[in-house]
């Protein structure tokens, strides 16, 4: 794909050197047209999601004490990654004591 890439983009000037002005305009207009049809097929089959899956289903339970964090489903800090992520019959949470958090599901924290 490179190699034909830099083919294309070395036959305009090379065209309109050796072929005279007019041969250069449509060999530039025809590299132009074909680079734009390409782009638009690749962002056209381009797959929706880009990342994994994360799945917790019947999850334990999580119990955080004394500023701990528990998470017994997926975690994803600062809502990082991509793709989907789910989380199905999770189990209780149970955080005492401050800045504690559990979590059963997604966290995003």
Same mark, same amino acid.
């Given at each position: 794909?490179?190699?034909?890439?830099?083919?294309?983009?070395?036959?305009?000037?090379?065209?309109?050197?050796?072929?005279?002005?007019?041969?250069?305009?449509?060999?530039?207009?025809?590299?132009?047209?074909?680079?734009?049809?390409?782009?638009?097929?690749?962002?056209?089959?381009?797959?929706?999601?880009?990342?994994?899956?994360?799945? !917790? =289903?019947? #999850? @334990?339970? &999580?119990? +955080?004490?004394?500023? /701990?964090? $528990?998470?017994?489903?997926?975690?994803?800090?600062? !809502? =990082?990654? #991509? @793709?989907? &992520?789910? +989380?199905?019959?999770? /189990?209780? $949470?149970?955080?005492?004591?401050?800045?504690?958090? !559990?979590?059963?599901?997604?966290?995003?924290?």
């Amino acid at each position: 794909m490179l190699t034909v890439a830099g083919a294309a983009i070395v036959s305009t000037p090379l065209v309109w050197l050796l072929d005279g002005t007019d041969t250069g305009q449509l060999v530039g207009a025809s590299v132009q047209g074909a680079t734009g049809i390409a782009a638009l097929v690749r962002a056209w089959w381009r797959p929706s999601v880009t990342g994994p899956t994360d799945v !917790a =289903a019947d #999850t @334990g339970k &999580a119990q +955080a004490t004394s500023g /701990g964090k $528990a998470v017994s489903g997926v975690r994803r800090p600062g !809502a =990082a990654g #991509t @793709g989907s &992520a789910r +989380a199905a019959r999770t /189990g209780d $949470a149970s955080a005492d004591g401050s800045d504690s958090s !559990a979590t059963t599901g997604i966290d995003h924290s």
